[in-house]
């Protein structure tokens, strides 16, 4: 058993997602670390995290975002190892919306890994948080990430242009969206 508490939820026997502290760090810089060409394909932040010291500030700020109710920053622990990150980058309150990023070790796709951790945070969005929408931005020629909402029942709300720098070049987004009502129709919340 660990010494120190665990703030998160178990979703299933195989998928824990757990507050991403800084004591994480270490760990979460060696997933990186190790993943950093795939990663760099789609996602633009990869070579300013050069260190675990700077990752530490990056998981600082993101807890900040927590204690403000303004985000909701996880690891995905998959047979007890850090093996990704899914957060609500945001949450707006008076909107009751919030908005989902993820990321996955290459070595762990293709196991639904990221669907399953995806349908709890959802759950716990229209549950727990009381949220009323939830969006996933992905870019347009991601094919794996556009099939996670795509299989959750999402839909597709349209194409944000030059949304996102990747080092070299601007890309376009596609916004999915899913509602509370939506969600509860699909009756989602039990399978
Ligand atoms: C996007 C990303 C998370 C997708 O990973 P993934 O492994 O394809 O997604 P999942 O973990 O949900 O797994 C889905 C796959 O597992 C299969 N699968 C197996 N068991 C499953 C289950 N219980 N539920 C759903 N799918 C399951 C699916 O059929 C699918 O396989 P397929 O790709 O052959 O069709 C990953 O590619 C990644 O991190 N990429 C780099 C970073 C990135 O692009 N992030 C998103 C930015 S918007």
New binding site residues.
């Given amino acids: 058993m660990s010494e120190v508490p665990v703030l998160g939820m178990q979703v299933d026997d195989e998928i824990q997602l757990r507050l991403v502290e800084e004591r994480h760090a270490d760990e979460y810089y060696a997933l990186i670390d190790s ?1 950093r060409g ?2 760099r ?3 633009g932040w990869v070579d300013r995290e050069t260190s675990a010291e700077s990752l530490k500030e990056f998981i600082h700020r993101r807890l900040l975002q927590f204690a403000h109710s303004q985000g909701l920053p996880l690891g995905i622990w998959y047979q007890g190892k850090l093996a ?1 990150v899914i957060s609500f980058n945001y949450i707006d309150y008076v909107l009751r919306k919030a908005d989902i ?6 070595r ?11 349908r709890a945070l959802i759950e716990l969005g229209f549950g727990e948080y009381g949220l009323n929408k939830i969006e ?4 347009v020629g ?1 094919r ?5 909402p795509e ?1 959750l029942g999402f839909q597709q709300e349209g194409i944000l242009r030059a949304n996102e720098w990747l080092y070299d070049r601007y890309v376009d ?1 596609v916004v999915y969206g899913m509602l509370a009502s939506e969600w509860r129709e699909r009756g989602e919340a039990g399978g």
């Avoid at 762990?108 to 669907?115: S, V």
């Fill in positions: 993943n795939y990663l394909e789609w996602m990704g990023g993820y990321w996955l070790d290459a762990l796709q293709g196991r639904g890994i990221m669907t399953r951790a995806c996933i931005r992905c870019a991601n794996p990430s556009r099939a996670i299989r987004m």
